[in-house]
């Protein structure tokens, strides 16, 4: 059985958004992404509280890609630990899931 997976991506800006998103889509590694510019981010980083504006990548894929998603959003990010989290679906509409199976095809075939 598929296990589908949201990713969320931050990123310093929205053309470092679509660089990493192209790249994904480009080798089927997500189905989908939305970007959203504008976000307010507060966090701590090397003992300090601090904020950022922020663009957030999310991102539609299967499980199996994670790995190799990984890969290459670390290659192409500008932050020293960007923030990649995936989050499993539990629920969705039968065709919108199936979608992103035929869209990350090469992961879902047994063995990928």
């Not at 003992?47 to 670390?74: Q, S, Y």
Request: aromatic residues 10%; proline residues 4%.
């Amino acid at each position: 059985m598929i296990q589908y997976i949201i990713i969320f991506i931050t990123t310093a800006s929205k053309s470092e958004a679509r660089k990493i998103s192209d790249s994904l889509l480009d080798r089927h590694l997500i189905a989908c992404a939305n970007i959203i510019d504008g976000v307010d981010s507060y966090f701590w980083w090397k003992d300090r509280k601090e904020k950022a504006k922020e663009c957030l990548i999310i991102a539609k894929t299967v499980k199996p890609a994670f790995k190799g998603l990984v890969k290459i959003v670390r290659r192409i990010h500008s932050y020293e630990t960007p923030e990649i989290i995936a989050i499993p679906i539990t629920a969705g509409s039968p065709d919108y899931l199936d979608w992103i199976g035929r869209n990350t095809y090469r992961w879902t075939k047994p063995g990928a």
